[in-house]
């Protein structure tokens, strides 16, 4: 039921809304120019995004209207709807470059792994929250996240898709040690993470994969094939200097040296225009925007709450560290769209919706229920 009184209108969080306002205008500003071109004009990839926009602020005031604790008794729901949607991807989706991420629906399509991530972290919030042992998870009491984690994984996977089925992994890593564990069970977890690097090394990785790690260590090793992202993106960071060359002047970007310079490689137009000042601006900006969320999950009122506001926290924070290590050429490039700044609806979605839910326990943060721990 939609619920508005006072007390929400009062405890809105004003300092996340601006910090949020002000990265939304540079990733749109950013968008336009990468994809400008003089004799069209705004590219449709900028209309497109700014319908997201308008979709997904809808879509927060939504989410804000429900109390965030109805999603305890819906998260398996939940899940099961993300696993049909990433299996009709895979099997009956449309097909991109070897890919078969994206389900067609009409103007838009949708990409399920993107909505996978944020359904993970309700489903392990919930499960930390309803399973809390007070005396730390043992290796039994972690078979359950485990398998919500390993499921979604394969089929993304198999799309396949390598660095968000990486990032499933990395959420389940942090929010596992985020709530208590044994000692012997964090052994035994750690161990059993570090045999599976060599296993998926020689079992999982298909060749372009190894190859594009293997390029990390020398991207001069193969310039024009796999080295060409890395090399082209450390050229536009680095000829920004200081102040940048000035909004939609970068000539990596505009003259197509810089590939995906509208997706994962957004930030390196941005940093070839404004500089590195401007890339200090949008960091901070950045960086402010993730203490707010942390600092939502500390002052929120149930076990729920934290786990949820947490479990985003490292989903943006993940993504954004992830994203600028490709760019700067210490990560190896996995397709990582930057949270907020890369085109992409189904990303840009799934992001507005987690920010709409920490608007939502912020909100709620003097509620005391039944459910509060």
Not at 189 to 202: E, K
Not at 222 to 229: F, R, V
Request: aromatic share 16%; with cysteine.
């Amino acid at each position: 039921m939609l619920k508005f009184d006072r007390r929400l209108i009062l405890n809105f969080d004003w300092g996340l809304f601006c910090t949020l306002l002000i990265i939304v205008t540079m990733g749109l500003a950013n968008l336009y120019s990468a994809t400008y071109f003089p004799q069209s004009g705004a590219s449709s990839f900028f209309t497109k995004q700014c319908y997201f926009y308008l979709i997904g602020i809808a879509v927060i005031i939504l989410i804000i209207s429900v109390d965030y604790r109805v999603l305890i008794p819906l998260n398996y729901f939940i899940y099961t709807i993300i696993l049909l949607l990433l299996c009709y991807a895979l099997f009956f989706g449309s097909s991109v470059a070897n890919t078969q991420r994206w389900i067609n629906m009409g103007p838009f399509r949708l990409q399920p792994s993107e909505l996978a991530k944020l359904a993970l972290v309700i489903n392990l919030a919930s499960y930390y929250f309803r399973k809390d042992t007070g005396k730390g998870f043992t290796l039994k009491e972690l078979i359950v996240p485990i398998f919500l984690t390993l499921v979604p994984f394969l089929l993304i996977l198999k799309q396949p898709d390598l660095g968000t089925a990486l990032m499933l992994v990395i959420i389940f890593i942090s929010m596992t040690l985020f709530v208590k564990l044994k000692i012997s069970t964090l052994i035994i977890l750690a161990s059993s993470c570090l045999s599976m690097i060599p296993l998926g090394w020689f079992y999982f990785l298909k060749p372009y994969q190894k190859q594009r790690i293997l390029t990390l260590f020398n991207p001069g090793s193969d310039p024009h094939g796999t080295g060409y992202h890395i090399i082209q993106s450390k050229i536009a960071v680095g000829s920004g200097l200081m102040f940048g060359k000035g909004y939609m002047k970068g000539t990596q970007g505009h003259l197509e040296f810089l590939p995906e310079r509208h997706t994962d490689f957004a930030f390196s137009v941005w940093s070839e225009e404004w500089g590195f000042v401007g890339s200090i601006f949008f960091l901070a900006c950045y960086l402010f925007l993730l203490l707010l969320s942390l600092k939502i999950a500390a002052s929120a009122r149930d076990k729920f709450g934290v786990l949820l506001a947490f479990g985003i926290s490292c989903l943006l924070f993940w993504q954004a560290f992830i994203n600028l290590g490709m760019i700067l050429g210490i990560l190896p490039v996995v397709g990582m769209p930057l949270p907020l700044f890369s085109y992409g609806g189904s990303s840009l979605l799934t992001t507005l919706i987690s920010i709409g839910l920490l608007f939502n326990i912020r909100m709620r943060r003097y509620m005391v229920s039944g459910h509060t721990n």
